[in-house]
């Protein structure tokens, strides 16, 4: 149980466009999604967290028009990367948990952005 | 706030052989420590988690961790490695009353045959 789910698991834009990346909770309805980015060979660094129904609480340095989060329902958040630029390419990871899933929270497969 | 470092960036060992992934955690309040383990081009999966209680974790495909209070650490363990272990593995701490995971850097587990 407690999967989650990201589409598309890569995509390529245009720099300049805007692309929007999918977070589904397929079997738990998620109270909270998280949303990662990480470097190539470095860590992971969380963007944002997202309550549902409410705006998004992004972490310092993230810059929260360029990178838009909807929670709109208990089992989807979206992601879009708007005006990409090749500097946007990277790994994005989102991850939900639940409201009596303790401290345990679950990770999608993530989504390769490639912007060129 | 809550800092996670893992001094390792990669370790190399040999088939069969026993390892040691290191992880030191720094937090001014209680703490829940996990690894997870990432496969080439895939997100992350969850090795063990110590949230209260033993201090010695037994998580999946045989890896353990250990929880020292005094050392602020949580290294990661199997006795015996196979080639499909080849990996990254992350060490992340979240802070009592939080759900944000902090990740370490990482240490990239390479098997040899």
């Known amino acids: 149980g407690a999967v989650v789910s990201q589409h598309p698991s890569r995509v390529i834009c245009k720099s300049g466009t805007s692309v929007k990346i999918e977070c589904r909770s397929l079997d738990f309805q998620a109270t909270t999604m998280f949303w990662y980015r990480q470097f190539p060979k470095k860590s992971l660094m969380l963007m944002a967290t997202?309550?549902?129904?409410?705006?998004?609480?992004?972490e310092q340095g993230v810059e929260k028009d360029k990178f838009l989060i909807n929670h709109a329902s208990l089992t989807l958040s979206t992601l879009t990367v708007t005006s990409a630029h090749p500097e946007d390419s990277s790994f994005y990871i989102c991850?939900?948990?639940?409201?009596?899933?303790?401290?345990?929270?679950?990770f999608g497969e993530g989504s390769w952005l490639t912007v060129v | 706030a809550q800092s996670v470092t893992q001094l390792d960036s990669q370790v190399p060992v040999f088939e069969e052989a026993p390892v040691e992934l290191r992880c030191n955690y720094s937090s001014s309040v209680s703490v829940y420590l996990f690894w997870y383990v990432q496969y080439p081009n895939q997100g992350l999966q969850l090795l063990l988690k110590y949230l209260s209680g033993s201090t010695l974790v037994k998580g999946i495909n045989g890896f353990e961790a250990e929880f020292n209070k005094s050392q602020t650490s949580f290294h990661l363990r199997k006795p015996s490695v196979h080639i499909s272990d080849t990996a990254e593995y992350f060490c992340?701490?979240?802070?009592?009353?939080?759900?944000?995971?902090?990740f370490g850097t990482g240490t990239r587990l390479k098997v040899l045959a």
């Open positions: 997202s309550n549902e129904g409410s705006k998004a609480t992004y």
């Open positions: 992340a701490v979240m802070g009592s009353g939080t759900y944000k995971y902090i």
């Open positions: 991850s939900a948990r639940y409201s009596s899933s303790g401290n345990t929270i679950y």
